[in-house]
């Protein structure tokens, strides 16, 4: 029975892998900027003013994604969670972060900041060898050196770009218009672009990999935390909504 269980489990999580786009250019599935707003952005939901022409499609969009993390994402991770535990869950959660470190230090670079330039480099040398390739991160441990996340949707913003107008996409979730550029942006620093553009033999292999970020992202960093911002909100959309927008714009002032 034990086996039969792990077997239908494994086709879940083969069905939700395949469901994904592998198009969808993202280190988040979903997106994380909707979870790492302050919790008082609340007290603030009166005085944001965000341009959302299509507001229907968006709110249909969101209902369309809403009921597809409720129904197939969150009790298939959950499936995952009992095959991969927590602590190999962030294991490779940190691999996938110090793989993108090249998006991370060539947008600093292109905000002119060095300083975070640096601890970029510094993160990925330490991270990649004392780290074991990403799997363990003693440069926060040991160095007390923070993740320095900045994209190319941050560094059109740091040059003026308006992040123009608001749109929720299936599956991707919320985004701007200047966001969907930064998508394409950071695509040229993302390696497995390059890996999967090549003809290199073990294609599948990068392709899997792609996968398993995705599914190991949704799991570990996004579904407990979206249920937290979805659950406590009067009017869900607008609570997302606010959130990324708001986490955007702070992003880019800092």
């Known amino acids: 029975m034990k086996k039969q269980n792990l077997f239908i489990i494994l086709f879940l999580l083969f069905s939700?892998?395949?469901?994904?786009?592998?198009?969808?250019?993202?280190?988040?599935?979903?997106?994380?900027?909707?979870?790492?707003?302050?919790?008082?952005?609340?007290?603030?939901?009166?005085?944001?003013?965000?341009?959302?022409?299509?507001?229907?499609?968006?709110?249909?969009?969101?209902?369309?994604?809403?009921?597809?993390?409720?129904?197939?994402?969150?009790?298939?991770?959950?499936?995952?969670?009992?095959?991969?535990?927590?602590?190999?869950?962030?294991?490779?959660?940190?691999?996938?972060?110090n793989l993108a470190a090249p998006k991370r230090f060539f947008n600093n670079v292109f905000q002119k900041k060095g300083k975070s330039a640096g601890i970029v480099a510094g993160r990925f040398l330490i991270n990649?060898?004392?780290?074991?390739?990403?799997?363990?991160?003693?440069?926060?441990?040991?160095?007390?050196?923070?993740?320095?996340?900045?994209?190319?949707g941050q560094t059109l913003g740091y040059y003026g770009m308006d992040e123009g107008f608001y749109l929720v996409v299936p599956i991707l979730g919320p985004t701007t218009g200047r966001d969907i550029l930064g998508y394409v942006g950071?695509?040229?620093?993302?390696?497995?672009?390059?890996?999967?553009?090549?003809?290199?033999d073990p294609?599948?292999?990068?392709?899997?990999?792609?996968?398993?970020?995705?599914?190991?992202?949704?799991?570990?960093?996004?579904?407990d935390n979206y249920e937290r911002i979805v659950d406590d909100a009067f009017d869900p959309y607008t609570a997302v909504q606010h959130a990324y927008v708001q986490n955007r714009r702070k992003k880019i002032k800092e």
């Open 16 to 97: 939700f892998i395949c469901f994904t786009p592998s198009h969808i250019h993202a280190e988040d599935f979903l997106t994380q900027d909707i979870l790492e707003i302050e919790d008082d952005w609340e007290s603030e939901e009166e005085t944001v003013q965000i341009n959302d022409p299509l507001n229907k499609f968006n709110k249909a969009m969101f209902t369309f994604n809403d009921k597809l993390i409720t129904y197939i994402f969150n009790p298939l991770s959950k499936g995952y969670d009992m095959i991969v535990p927590r602590p190999a869950r962030k294991c490779i959660n940190n691999l996938f972060v």
């Open 203 to 223: 294609e599948d292999a990068w392709t899997v990999a792609r996968y398993v970020r995705r599914v190991n992202n949704f799991s570990y960093n996004i579904r």
């Open 128 to 152: 990649s060898t004392i780290g074991l390739g990403g799997f363990f991160d003693p440069a926060k441990a040991a160095f007390n050196l923070e993740k320095q996340s900045e994209d190319f």
């Open 186 to 200: 950071d695509a040229v620093f993302n390696p497995f672009t390059w890996l999967s553009a090549t003809d290199v």
